[in-house]
């Protein structure tokens, strides 16, 4: 059977003030999806395997059916977008932070996090800078930055719960001395290094066989599970993705493929915003543009639609549990009117049962 696993990115959420108490996936009109939860299947599932973090480098390995131990998010990003340090060198995240004074002066704090346009401003200048150096910067959107050292060091601290903390917090800094020279050019800006960490070590084989993603993370797990992950234009992993261009593309795919997984991350941008009006926005171009195109044209195939873990567009951080998932095919449990996280009473499912109970290469 034809199978297309849609992933919405940190779709589930908790009820917001600014949508009258509702989620942002209540609130949003998703025809497409309610029809899928009035005629097919819908439940709970539990993408984060037990002892780690929700987020989608726990999430997504799971929900494509391989298990896998916590792992660095860099290496996998620069696969993602075609970067492969050389050995001795090392990937990481780069985010660009305003902070205090000298990275050496013990009094230093993160002062901001530069993660918007202003950020992608600066990377490219940064990057500029760097040339030369030993280090070098790969400029990326949303401040995902991919920066190689020609040093390995530990797995190194995100800088988002650090906001007002000394920078010696983070550890050990590699290339210090060139991350200062760049602070004193940028004016009191520098590049923040995190996401080292053990490699990337699936067990298993997703059933899945192509990916169409515009997120680094999730196209560089495509790669790294052996999967066909194409360049589609005009998906670009933020808010403006081209979501026609991802459906076209996923049935175009579906030619050749059995079981294809599409991804959309701006659901989880928008929650980590804040933003719960932008995410409810989002949900419903998902709907009309990527999952109404997606169930006209899987014919009598499955689609399964869920998420790799929630996202609180009031905290604006990610949320541990289960996640609600719909597909279209029945199997007892639907019949409800809406899809939404409220309108789910059924039991909550490992990712390995979903396929397990309806086995995606039968
Ligand atoms: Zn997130």
New binding site residues.
């Given amino acids: 059977m034809k199978t297309v696993l849609v992933i919405l990115d ?1 779709a589930a959420d908790e009820p917001s003030p600014l949508l009258c108490g509702k989620t942002p996936l209540h609130a949003a009109p998703t025809p497409h999806l309610d029809r899928m939860a009035a005629t097919g299947a819908v439940g709970w599932l539990n993408p984060t395997p037990a002892g780690q973090a929700p ?2 480098e726990a999430g997504i390995p799971a929900l494509l059916g391989v298990e896998s131990t916590a792992y660095g998010r860099a290496a996998v990003e620069a696969e993602g977008r075609g970067i492969q340090p050389a050995d001795g060198q090392q990937a990481l995240r780069a985010s660009l932070v305003r902070v205090s004074g000298p990275l050496g002066d013990p009094g230093t704090k993160l002062v901001e996090l530069l993660d918007g346009d202003a950020g992608d401003r600066l990377a490219r200048n940064a990057a500029r800078f760097l040339d030369g150096t030993g280090v070098s910067l790969y400029p990326g959107t949303a401040g995902r930055n991919i920066m190689v050292t020609p040093v390995t060091t530990e797995a190194l601290t995100p800088p988002h719960p650090l906001r007002g903390l000394p920078v010696s917090l983070a550890g050990q800094w590699p290339c210090r001395k060139v991350l200062e020279a760049l602070r004193v050019h940028l004016g009191g800006v520098t590049l923040w290094p995190w996401g080292g960490g053990a490699p990337f070590a699936p067990r298993g084989t997703s059933p899945f066989t192509a990916l169409v993603a515009g997120a680094e993370l999730v196209r560089g797990l495509g790669r790294m599970l052996g999967m066909v992950v194409p360049d589609v234009p005009g998906a670009t992993g933020n808010t403006d993705t081209c979501l026609s261009a991802k459906a076209h593309a996923t049935l175009a795919l579906l030619g050749r493929h059995r079981a294809v997984a599409v991804h959309v991350e701006a659901p ?1 941008l928008a929650a ?1 915003r804040r933003d719960p009006l932008a995410k409810a926005a989002i949900l419903r171009a998902v709907d009309r543009e990527l999952i109404g195109p997606l169930a006209a044209g899987i014919g009598n195939g499955r689609l399964v639609v869920t998420c790799d873990h929630g ?1 609180s567009s009031v905290s604006g951080c ?1 949320l541990d549990g289960p996640v609600p998932y719909v597909s279209n095919l029945p199997d007892g449990t639907g019949g409800n009117n809406r899809f939404f996280e409220g309108a789910i009473g059924t039991p909550v499912l490992s990712p390995r049962d979903l396929w397990i109970m309806d086995p995606v290469a039968c």
């Fill in positions: 940190g987020g989608s989880d980590h996202t990610h």
